[in-house]
């Protein structure tokens, strides 16, 4: 059974600190992991994806992946109110199923 | 158009009758997935269409459940004889060949069986 877990949160950070979202998978095998942003009533929109052991950086986004560890990370450096939705990851094996983890809820405080 | 669309944007329906949910996905895309959000919840992977593959239906949550992609393009999602708990979002997602092409996602259709 494939998992991909999430805090639910809310998680809740001021205004131009550093958001840290978090998400496990338990299938060893998962090829390519991905970061969905979803505002409330809205359609999930791509970040990042990342399929490589280490960092990545776009702009003020970072993902983070350790295989071994079955770990995948996001991190929001200078968070603004307009980060404030759901995050969701997602893991893929070998380009099927696309498994989502269930999101957690990140509020940015002005 | 510049997007992936959906239509209907809502339905309701009663229990026990069929419905069809449209998705057309970004020309040229030749990957095409169809995910389900309870209220509140996260995705759920339906199925995944990939140029002339078979599709993977490995998500259908039942055989009530069924979708064809027509032409390599147009995607239609039935669910057959409706329940109360497939009412839900339905997100229909296109991308470029390759899982790490970047999906996009339509608007959805919001289905209500009453």
């Known amino acids: 059974q494939k998992e991909v877990e999430q805090n639910s949160g809310p998680l809740s950070v001021p205004e131009g600190a550093i958001a840290s979202l978090n998400c496990t998978y338990s299938d060893r095998g998962s090829q390519s992991f991905f970061w969905y942003r979803q505002y409330s009533g809205k359609s999930p929109e791509l970040i990042m994806f990342?399929?490589?052991?280490g960092d990545k950086e776009d702009g003020r986004f970072t993902a983070q992946l350790n295989k071994a560890s079955q770990y995948v990370s996001l991190l929001i450096r200078d968070s603004q109110p307009s980060d404030s939705a759901t995050y969701l990851c997602a893991v893929t094996l070998y380009g099927q199923n696309f498994v989502f983890g269930p999101g957690t809820r990140l509020s940015v405080l002005p | 158009g510049a997007g992936v669309s959906q239509s209907p944007s809502n339905k309701v329906t009663e229990k026990g009758k069929d419905v069809e949910l449209r998705c057309d996905p970004i020309s040229g895309h030749t990957a095409l997935y169809w995910y389900r959000q309870s209220l509140g919840q996260g995705l759920e992977f339906l199925i995944y269409?990939?140029?002339?593959?078979?599709?993977?239906k490995s998500g259908l949550p039942s055989d009530r459940f069924s979708a064809e992609r027509t032409g390599g393009s147009v995607s239609t999602l039935t669910i057959q004889r409706t329940q109360q708990e497939d009412s839900a979002v339905y997100l229909c997602?296109?991308?470029?060949?390759?899982?790490?092409?970047?999906?996009?996602f339509g608007p959805g259709t919001r289905l209500l069986v009453l």
């Open positions: 997602a296109s991308s470029l060949a390759g899982v790490e092409e970047t999906q996009y």
């Open positions: 269409f990939q140029g002339n593959s078979a599709p993977d």
């Open positions: 990342i399929y490589s052991n």
